[in-house]
């Protein structure tokens, strides 16, 4: 069974630092995985997706990279601002069977970036 | 397009109602799921169609929830009869995995079983 665990738990800064989280995978056949963002009260925003063969994707200031076979997925967020406060979420989805498309998601790291 | 549509936004029940959450998944996707969210559990998946036809239903968590997708633009879930603990934020969400990998979520429906 696929686990997801997402470190921190939570996390504030000051704004303009540079961040990373991290997210790690027990089972390492996996589609693909994807970072959402969840605004409190909101649904889930896709912020970017890493297919299995790629390395890492990037989308303005937010990078995210895998390692699959160290099960292990970081998304950078460089000179952070208020706004990127949110819960951010990781979500791989497993390969093959009807597990096919499948997203299991970590548990979030809560983002606090104060002015 | 307008995305996944979800309705209602927000749901207030007694205790052994019946309750139907109804979604719209984005037009041409071929995979629909249900997600609920609680604060002790994360996000987790409760059922997923592909083509309309139910293809995991192992995180349904008991029967008193079952879920339908009568045709490609709709689907439901319902919950007879609701309890307190069933009080969770549920998401749809829809994707084509095989040409477009990514799940595109719902603004979801706030359930409150009083």
């Known amino acids: 069974k696929q686990e997801v665990t997402q470190i921190p738990a939570a996390l504030s800064v000051p704004e303009g630092e540079n961040l990373v989280l991290n997210c790690s995978f027990t089972?390492?056949?996996?589609?693909?995985l994807q970072w959402f963002r969840q605004d409190p009260g909101k649904g889930l925003t896709s912020l970017l997706l890493?297919?299995?063969?790629?390395r890492e994707q990037t989308s303005g200031r937010l990078n995210a990279s895998l390692d699959k076979s160290s099960g292990r997925s970081t998304l950078y967020i460089a000179a952070s601002q208020p706004g990127d406060s949110a819960t951010y979420l990781c979500?791989?989805?497993?390969?093959?069977?009807?597990?096919?498309?499948?997203?299991?998601f970590g548990q979030g790291t809560i983002l606090t970036v104060h002015p | 397009d307008a995305g996944v549509i979800q309705s209602p936004r927000h749901e207030v029940t007694e205790m052994g109602q019946e309750v139907t959450l109804r979604c719209k998944p984005i037009s041409g996707h071929d995979y629909l799921f249900w997600y609920r969210q609680t604060m002790m559990r994360g996000l987790e998946l409760l059922i997923y169609f592909n083509n309309n036809v139910p293809i995991d239903d192992s995180g349904m968590p008991e029967d008193r929830f079952s879920a339908k997708m009568p045709n490609a633009s709709f689907s439901t879930l319902k919950i007879q009869p609701s309890e307190p603990r069933d009080s969770a934020v549920y998401f749809c969400?829809?994707?084509?995995?095989?040409?477009?990998?990514?799940?595109?979520f719902g603004q979801g429906t706030r359930l409150t079983v009083v």
């Open positions: 890493i297919q299995s063969s790629q």
């Open positions: 089972d390492s056949a996996i589609y693909n």
């Open positions: 969400a829809s994707g084509i995995f095989r040409d477009f990998p990514e799940a595109f």
């Open positions: 979500a791989v989805n497993n390969a093959g069977g009807t597990s096919y498309g499948k997203l299991t």
